[in-house]
Nanobody, 123 residues
């Protein structure tokens, strides 16, 4: 049974930083593309970033230059380092996984999804 468990969310002021983690189990982690999505209250879920099994990355324009996605295959963990956080970054952040080597920017591109972790940015 595949499980993705996010952690690291919390409350932070604008300009601050947080690092999200997602630990995967039940799959061969190194063979999966790992993504992060987010959903703000009352809004549609949106793509944040993906790191493919090759290690290549792709970001949404809204987070480019502020967020960094990385992975540690030895720990079955994907990270999302979030710097210079802004009010509009407030959302529930979800970790996703799929064996497709190209990853993707659509929620439906990912077979497995976590339960999410809340990030709240305040002024």
């Amino acid at each position: 049974q595949v499980q993705l468990v996010e952690s690291g969310g919390g409350s932070v002021q604008t300009g601050g930083s947080l690092r999200l983690s997602c630990v995967a189990s039940g799959l061969t982690f190194s063979g999966y593309s790992m993504g992060w999505f987010r959903q703000a209250e009352g809004k549609e879920r949106e793509f944040v970033a993906v790191i493919r099994r090759s290690g290549s990355t792709y970001y949404a324009d809204s987070v480019k230059g502020r967020f960094t996605i990385s992975r540690d295959n030895a720990k079955n963990t994907v990270y999302l380092q979030m710097n210079d956080l802004k009010l509009h970054d407030t959302a529930v952040y979800f970790c996703t996984a799929d064996s497709n080597p190209f990853g993707g920017s659509r929620w439906l591109d990912y077979r497995y999804r976590g339960q999410g972790t809340q990030v709240t940015v305040s002024s």
